[in-house]
């Protein structure tokens, strides 16, 4: 059986990226960002780190480090940095 890893969710205008270590996150806001700007698009993000809520991420996007949240709401639904509901 063949398995996909899953990496984004997107909804409307919203992107939600997904990766198992700081440097995948990392490339791919680099990449979201890139086609972006090709696109005309204003970037506004934020970081969270799900079950690590002593873990501080290091993600750049254009040269400032992005606000690290411990909550936010995803399509109504709250999502926490402790995964609990």
């Known amino acids: 059986?063949?398995?996909?890893?899953?990496?984004?969710l997107r909804f409307a205008d919203d992107i939600d990226?997904?990766?198992?270590?700081e440097t995948d996150l990392q490339e791919l806001t680099d990449?979201?960002?890139?086609?972006?700007?090709?696109?005309?698009?204003?970037t506004k993000a934020?970081?969270?780190a799900v079950g690590k809520t002593d873990t501080k991420l290091n993600i750049w996007l254009d040269g400032?480090?992005?606000?690290?949240?411990?909550?936010?709401?995803y399509l109504?639904?709250?999502m926490t940095d402790d995964a609990s509901v």
Not at 31 to 42: F, I
Not at 64 to 73: A, H, I, N, P, S
């Open 1 to 8: 059986m063949d398995s996909q890893v899953v990496n984004n």
């Open 64 to 73: 400032g480090r992005l606000e690290q949240v411990k909550e936010f709401t």
């Open 46 to 48: 934020q970081v969270m």
């Open 31 to 42: 990449k979201v960002n890139c086609y972006s700007k090709e696109l005309g698009l204003r």
């Open 17 to 21: 990226l997904i990766a198992e270590s």
């Open 76 to 78: 109504g639904s709250l």
